[in-house]
């Protein structure tokens, strides 16, 4: 059975994550406690140089496992995105966010983590980084390029950003 995003709306409240992809409903298990230190820490990283890069590099908000609309059968949840300056949605945040980031974990299949990469990239998204806690990697997805990073993972839409992997998944 397939739902639109009105019925995945009126879904009563469970414990975990779930996410709309393509109209599939994927119920995830809660958080590991790595991955919610990694999102913390990443999200700390995140913020001042998105406040000192602002409006003017195009960025909104920094936020943690905020759900984003996308199209008639999509909501997905990044563990950490930053919004566009100009990111359209009264409810809900519409379209992708300038940058979402995923942090692996045992539940995802690689058809899940392609099919987010290619959604948020297809609807106005500019970075998906997808990290991996296990191999203390980061893959950087960009429209038409991909980069693995493995010491220090840099951003062409944050200027100037460098996070140190060793001490994002220490």
């Given at each position: 059975?397939?739902?639109?995003?009105?019925?995945?709306?009126?879904?009563?409240?469970?414990?975990?994550?779930?996410?709309?992809?393509?109209?599939?409903?994927?119920?995830?298990p809660p958080a590991m406690r790595?991955?919610?230190?990694?999102?913390?820490?990443?999200?700390?990283?995140?913020?001042?140089?998105?406040?000192?890069?602002?409006?003017?590099?195009?960025?909104?908000?920094?936020?943690?496992?905020?759900?984003?609309?996308?199209?008639?059968?999509?909501?997905?949840?990044?563990?950490?995105?930053?919004?566009?300056?100009?990111?359209?949605?009264?409810?809900?945040?519409?379209?992708?966010?300038?940058?979402?980031?995923?942090?692996?974990?045992?539940?995802?299949?690689?058809?899940?983590?392609?099919?987010?990469?290619?959604?948020?990239?297809?609807?106005?998204?500019?970075?998906?980084?997808?990290?991996?806690?296990?191999?203390?990697?980061?893959?950087?997805?960009?429209?038409?390029?991909?980069?693995?990073?493995?010491?220090?993972?840099?951003?062409?839409?944050?200027?100037?950003?460098?996070?140190?992997?060793?001490?994002?998944?220490?």
């Amino acid at each position: 059975m397939t739902l639109t995003f009105e019925e995945f709306e009126q879904l009563p409240g469970e414990p975990g994550k779930m996410e709309l992809l393509d109209g599939e409903l994927i119920r995830l298990p809660p958080a590991m406690r790595r991955d919610s230190r990694i999102a913390h820490r990443l999200y700390d990283m995140l913020m001042t140089p998105v406040d000192q890069a602002g409006p003017a590099a195009g960025l909104g908000e920094v936020y943690m496992g905020m759900g984003f609309k996308i199209g008639l059968r999509d909501w997905l949840q990044p563990h950490v995105s930053i919004e566009h300056a100009d990111q359209p949605g009264d409810e809900y945040s519409e379209g992708a966010p300038a940058l979402a980031v995923e942090i692996i974990s045992k539940s995802n299949t690689a058809e899940q983590v392609e099919y987010k990469v290619q959604t948020y990239l297809a609807n106005g998204g500019i970075e998906v980084w997808v990290m991996y806690s296990k191999t203390r990697s980061a893959w950087v997805f960009r429209q038409g390029h991909a980069e693995e990073f493995r010491d220090v993972l840099r951003s062409e839409i944050i200027p100037g950003l460098r996070i140190d992997l060793g001490a994002l998944f220490a």
